[in-house]
């Protein structure tokens, strides 16, 4: 199963776009990448999926470059509500889906 | 349509207890799959159910075990509880469980072990 690697913590201003990359090197042919989200005491919720090059959703883009060994989650103008724990999944089917450690965006006024 | 329902919200045990958690997924999603989470270990999969039989499992003892019903509908079950076990438990549905569909998370039963 791909392992991936997110940065622990982000900080950003309401307003700004931020964008976290995620890095998955063993991913295979048939795996996507999938992006949740996380509040405090909520279950994560689904923000984006995609295979390759770019996907755009309205909260959201995702960009995943030809090797596919990383992806970068772009979220425009963030707002307060934005804060929250970033998980980026690789999945393949009927597989049990692993869940890194996210990563943990704060958004300041 | 309505979302992912998990009961109880709020669960108090004491060790050596056993509980049951209970899991509807969105209508039409055959696809159940049960997680733990807590501060130290993160999001942990327990299991996935598919059409009343466990497709996958996670890396956690038997005393935690789960099962589906013929309208999708899951449970899972904790026995001997002990301290560790308490965490935000997360019950998430899809539609077939392959790579493409999206995951839907209810709200996550809070057990608390004493």
């Known amino acids: 199963l791909a392992k991936t690697t997110q940065p622990i913590s982000m900080d950003s201003y309401e307003g700004q776009e931020v964008n976290i990359t995620c890095s998955h090197n063993?991913?295979?042919?048939?795996?996507?990448i999938t992006w949740y989200q996380q509040f405090p005491s909520q279950g994560p919720r689904f923000i984006i999926q995609g295979y390759k090059t770019k996907v755009t959703n309205e909260v959201a883009s995702l960009f995943i470059p030809a090797d596919r060994k990383s992806s970068t989650l772009s979220l425009p103008r963030v707002s307060l509500s934005d804060t929250a724990v970033y998980y980026c999944l690789v999945a393949r089917p009927a597989s049990k889906i692993i869940f890194g450690s996210g990563t943990r965006l704060s958004i300041r006024p | 349509k309505a979302g992912v329902t998990q009961t109880p919200r709020y669960l108090i045990k004491t060790r050596g207890q056993q509980v049951t958690l209970s899991c509807s997924p969105i209508?039409?999603?055959?696809?159940v799959s049960w997680y733990q989470q807590t501060p130290g270990q993160g999001l942990q999969f327990l299991f996935e159910?598919?059409?009343?039989?466990?497709?996958n499992k996670g890396n956690f003892p038997g005393r935690f075990s789960g099962r589906q019903f013929s309208n999708s509908r899951s449970e899972m079950n904790v026995s001997t509880l002990e301290l560790g076990d308490s965490a935000l438990y997360l019950c998430?549905?899809?539609?077939?469980?392959?790579?493409?569909?999206?995951?839907?998370f209810g709200p996550g039963t809070r057990l608390t072990v004493l």
């Open positions: 159910y598919f059409s009343e039989t466990q497709r």
């Open positions: 209508s039409g999603h055959r696809s």
């Open positions: 063993n991913i295979a042919t048939n795996d996507y």
């Open positions: 998430a549905s899809s539609l077939l469980g392959q790579r493409t569909d999206t995951q839907y």
